[in-house]
């Protein structure tokens, strides 16, 4: 995470070139995993200057995650049973600097569990 701004009144600000890798939407719905401090919570992506790096936890749950925390953007979706048989998500994954390294359909879960 590159911010966390307490004046503003919620969402998380996402570079908007990460947000198009992801086929996240502006003002989707979101959930934010903290890897760092293990919290969770949810509020709504907006985009932020392109090519920027930019991930900024806004508003009140810039108390529970800070600059410089590990985080996963995950994303969710409502479909029927046949969709979702065949619904292959997105992965992106970023540098420490929050630049793209790759984007593309989720494959096998990792064999470490």
Do not use: W
């Not at 502006?26 to 090519?51: D, F």
């Not at 049973?81 to 929050?98: G, M, R, T, W, Y």
Request: with cysteine; net charge negative; hydrophobic share 40%.
């Amino acid at each position: 995470m590159t911010e966390a701004n307490l004046d503003y009144p919620g969402s998380i600000t996402i570079d908007e070139a990460l947000l198009e890798a992801a086929d996240i939407i502006n003002h989707e719905k979101v959930q934010v995993v903290n890897v760092t401090n293990g919290l969770r919570l949810e509020t709504y992506a907006i985009s932020g200057e392109r090519g920027s790096g930019v991930v900024c936890i806004n508003g009140a749950a810039a108390r529970l995650m800070h600059k410089g925390d590990i985080i996963i953007v995950l994303t969710y979706a409502i479909m029927d049973e046949p969709k979702a048989k065949s619904f292959v998500p997105k992965i992106v994954h970023v540098s420490a600097d929050n630049r793209l390294i790759s984007a593309g359909d989720y494959t096998a879960p990792f064999d470490n569990c």
